[in-house]
């Protein structure tokens, strides 16, 4: 009887989505879209997004390459620069342009080792996972020089789709490949993620001792660690590697990450503040709507209005929901307390990528659907991937 | 050398953070035909930013495009766009600008319009931003008069040309996939469930196939394994003759014209019929099923023609577009031969579902007989 009332609910659900699709078909194009009416030829329509260093140099290496447009070395640049801007902004449309500057070289077995590199980094800043590590393993089988670089990415990718095991391995080749404190930390990542903290903690804590490092470094470390506090359940601690981070690098992804950890512990208006000032990505105007709504802060009716815009107008292309399906998740979840919706939409995301948050959303939608077999699918996933997080655990 | 290193390995670093960054937006245009008695028109909308990229609209570098640098650049955002897509049979025109805001920007917005006039999904070629950014896609609803919207995803980077998923319905968008692949497979399905005198060709065979001939008459079958294995016989002689017409007419080795199939047709409906109530063939009725199935198979090919295949692809069209058949006609097998088992034992069987829906069947392809011959339209399908 319970299964058949949840068949009946999922097929409920749907037949809403179905419908809520139906609609958004029918609406003549996309109902956001206002006509503007300029009035004089000095008024602004549109601000360009911001670019790594100078305009005019920007466009100038752009035509030289247009001219030129195997030279590899000023495809890569090209490439790098709208890489970093896609990075700084959370703009994956500087990601297709940077592959655009890769284009000319189309054959794996010919593709100059940097251009395949370059192209394994892009695919996994576009989330196609496979295909990153499938480039990565081929510029890897190739005779050289050793390639920390490609081992470090490799790690990174398999990690992130929850194959742990496999990204050891290839933390492991980051230590031969002589880059020693990137490869321990790759390692003690991997056990954090595992649940062995203590000698995860303590390898972190070493390599955060050698204060040659630069800031940067330093500030990477300490979010790992921080992050793996915040797993682990203890609060405190995490509070103040965050802070400490934050002192060292204030970059956009501690600043987020950070915000996640303030959500979590419930203190919103501190999540809020302290992103108020980033530019509003998406992932940023997420938190403000998530933040806001919890908060109840004046903003919060706004922040939604436009997210809830930018899902819809995402949307518009059929694939959508596998780039964005985390995102969604969690505005189904903590905004609309759609629990259907935001578990449909979590089980979609975890099918590419499993990092702990991705986990994390999909037990929290499995708890707030209170179905049994979802609860049972997020704990039996969580087992498998290997992952031990004390938040998860909690709610499951 | 170590320095490099180092800076090489932090940017690895800052990969991992990607993930959490990226959730923007990527770069679309969407265009909006609608197919019209008349002809057709086009709205096509393109993001302002998307364009500079590709033609420098922003003069004087200043990160700001004015009202005016976007009037001086019109001509060129219409000499670079409007070769980019193509609409088969329709050569569009410019006839409108307009400029809008969305929530990722301002879009520049082009109307056009052609005097073709739209009866079947139209293939789209579409090429904008090839060279710019190969994740760029442009997003196509087009309205065919008095059917259901449908959405397509034209992607730049396959450069040829893309078959608009005229069978999706608007309320499964999620299951368009890019480009419209598969789309061959939902158009066969589609032809089959809403071909109507293919589907009552069909029943009329199915429709005793719960009852066995005896010198006495249609006498109900003891077991679901006796109708089975007649109704097995029947779609596979009806499939595999229908295929090997559909396949010589779509390489254009046989071609028969409509007029002479189109009537063909509901004739065959009507003799199916006539043998359910007064046994006229002299051979078994795979047979006739088989001789009948090659001139539905000509049928289906005409559809084939409508749709445009795109010569690169174009066995693996006609193969998905057949599997889909075989599926459509699968699903009606199956629900009916269920059904008419079930009532195969009620006393009325024989006289009200087997007489009267061969004489339904009868009627109805008496009427089409007279639609496809005299060209006249007497009924509402």
């Known amino acids: 009887m319970r299964a058949l009332s949840r068949v009946a609910s999922r097929v409920a659900s749907r037949a809403l989505v179905a419908l809520a699709c139906a609609t958004?078909?029918?609406?003549?194009?996309?109902?956001?879209?206002?006509?503007?009416?300029?009035?004089?030829?000095?008024?602004?329509?549109?601000?360009?997004?911001?670019?790594?260093?100078?305009?005019?140099?920007?466009?100038?290496?752009?035509?030289?390459?247009?001219?030129?447009?195997?030279?590899?070395?000023?495809?890569?640049?090209?490439?790098?620069?709208?890489?970093?801007?896609?990075?700084?902004?959370?703009?994956?449309?500087?990601?297709?342009?940077a592959m655009s500057a890769i284009d000319p070289w189309r054959d794996d077995a010919t593709m100059p080792d940097d251009v395949l590199l370059m192209r394994a980094t892009l695919q996994q800043y576009l989330h196609e996972f496979d295909a990153s590590a499938a480039s990565l393993q081929r510029l890897l089988a190739r005779p050289g020089l050793p390639r920390p670089q490609a081992w470090l990415t490799l790690a990174t990718v398999r990690r992130v789709q929850g194959r742990y095991a496999e990204s050891d391995t290839a933390c492991r080749q980051v230590a031969t490949a002589g880059a020693a404190l990137h490869a321990n930390a790759c390692l003690a990542e991997n056990l954090a993620l595992r649940g062995d903290v203590d000698?995860?903690?303590?390898?972190?804590?070493?390599?955060?001792?050698?204060?040659?490092?630069?800031?940067?470094?330093?500030?990477?470390?300490?979010?790992?660690?921080?992050?793996?506090?915040?797993?682990?359940?203890?609060?405190?601690?995490?509070?103040?590697?965050?802070?400490?981070?934050?002192?060292?690098?204030?970059d956009a992804y501690t600043a987020l990450d950070y915000a996640d950890f303030l959500i979590e512990q419930k203190r919103p208006a501190q999540a809020l503040a302290m992103l108020k000032d980033q530019p509003r990505s998406d992932a940023v105007l997420l938190r403000l709507a998530i933040a806001g709504t919890q908060a109840k802060a004046p903003s919060a009716a706004s922040d939604v209005a436009e997210m809830r815009e930018?899902?819809?107008?995402?949307?518009?292309?059929?694939?959508?929901?596998?780039?964005?399906?985390?995102?969604?998740?969690?505005?189904?979840?903590?905004?609309?307390?759609?629990?259907?919706?935001?578990?449909?939409?979590?089980?979609?995301?975890?099918?590419?990528?499993?990092?702990?948050?991705?986990?994390?959303?999909?037990?929290?939608?499995?708890?707030?659907?209170?179905?049994?077999?979802?609860?049972?699918?997020?704990?039996?996933?969580?087992?498998?991937?290997?992952l031990v997080d004390q938040r998860i655990k909690a709610i499951l | 050398m170590k320095a490099q290193l180092v800076r090489w390995l932090l940017g690895a670093a800052l990969l991992v953070f990607g993930g959490l960054a990226q959730a923007h937006k990527a770069s679309d245009s969407y265009l909006q035909v609608d197919a019209g008695a008349k002809g057709t028109t086009v709205r096509w909308d393109i993001a302002l930013r998307d364009l500079d990229a590709a033609l420098d609209i922003d003069t004087n570098?200043?990160?700001?495009?004015?009202?005016?640098?976007?009037?001086?650049?019109?001509?060129?955002?219409?000499?670079y766009a409007l070769p980019r897509l193509k609409i088969e049979g329709c050569a569009l025109r410019p006839t409108g600008q307009a400029l809008e805001r969305r929530n990722d920007g301002a879009y520049a917005v082009m109307m056009l319009a052609s005097d073709c006039v739209l009866k079947s999904a139209p293939v789209i070629t579409y090429s904008l931003f090839r060279e710019i950014d190969p994740t760029h896609r442009g997003i196509a609803k087009v309205q065919l008069a008095g059917q259901p919207l449908s959405l397509t995803m034209l992607d730049p980077s396959r450069g040829g040309a893309a078959p608009t998923a005229g069978a999706a319905s608007a309320g499964a968008p999620e299951h368009i996939a890019p480009s419209g692949a598969l789309g061959f497979l939902r158009e066969g399905i589609r032809h089959i469930l809403t071909g109507y005198d293919h589907v009552l060709f069909l029943l009329c065979l199915l429709l005793p196939s719960v009852m066995r001939r005896t010198p006495q008459g249609w006498r109900p079958v003891e077991k679901l394994s006796q109708a089975v294995w007649p109704v097995v016989g029947i779609v596979s002689a009806f499939t595999v003759a229908h295929s090997i017409t559909l396949g010589l007419a779509a390489l254009k080795l046989v071609s028969l014209p409509p007029s002479f199939i189109e009537p063909a047709i509901a004739v065959t409906i009507i003799l199916a019929a006539l043998d359910n109530v007064w046994p006229i063939f002299p051979v078994p009725r795979v047979v006739v099923t088989f001789f009948f199935g090659l001139i539905h198979g000509f049928g289906f090919a005409g559809v084939l023609g409508e749709l445009n295949l795109p010569p690169a692809q174009f066995a693996w069209a006609l193969l998905e577009f057949n599997v889909g058949l075989e599926l459509g006609q699968l699903m009606i097998v199956v629900c009916v031969t269920a059904l008419l088992f079930m009532l195969r034992e009620r006393t009325h069987y024989r006289g009200w579902v087997v007489r009267g829906g061969s004489y339904a069947a009868i009627l109805v392809g008496m009427l089409w007989l007279i639609e496809r011959t005299a060209n006249v339209s007497l009924m509402p399908f």
Request: no cysteine.
């Open chain 1, 24 to 97: 958004a078909l029918a609406t003549p194009l996309s109902s956001s879209a206002t006509p503007i009416a300029p009035t004089s030829d000095d008024e602004v329509i549109d601000v360009l997004p911001a670019v790594t260093g100078d305009r005019a140099e920007a466009r100038r290496l752009r035509k030289q390459l247009t001219q030129t447009p195997r030279d590899a070395a000023l495809a890569l640049a090209v490439a790098r620069r709208y890489l970093d801007q896609a990075h700084e902004l959370g703009d994956p449309r500087f990601a297709g342009m």
């Open chain 1, 199 to 250: 000698r995860a903690r303590a390898t972190f804590t070493a390599l955060l001792a050698d204060s040659r490092q630069p800031p940067a470094t330093r500030a990477w470390l300490t979010t790992s660690l921080a992050e793996l506090e915040q797993r682990a359940g203890h609060a405190q601690a995490a509070e103040a590697a965050f802070q400490a981070a934050l002192k060292l690098d204030p």
């Open chain 1, 310 to 386: 930018r899902i819809a107008l995402a949307n518009e292309r059929p694939d959508a929901k596998l780039f964005h399906g985390r995102e969604q998740a969690m505005f189904a979840l903590a905004v609309d307390a759609d629990a259907a919706k935001a578990l449909d939409l979590a089980r979609g995301n975890v099918a590419q990528q499993r990092e702990p948050l991705d986990l994390f959303v999909l037990a929290q939608a499995a708890r707030a659907s209170g179905q049994a077999a979802a609860i049972e699918q997020a704990k039996r996933l969580t087992g498998e991937i290997g």
């Open chain 2, 61 to 79: 570098e200043d990160g700001k495009l004015t009202w005016g640098e976007v009037k001086t650049a019109w001509p060129r955002i219409e000499a």
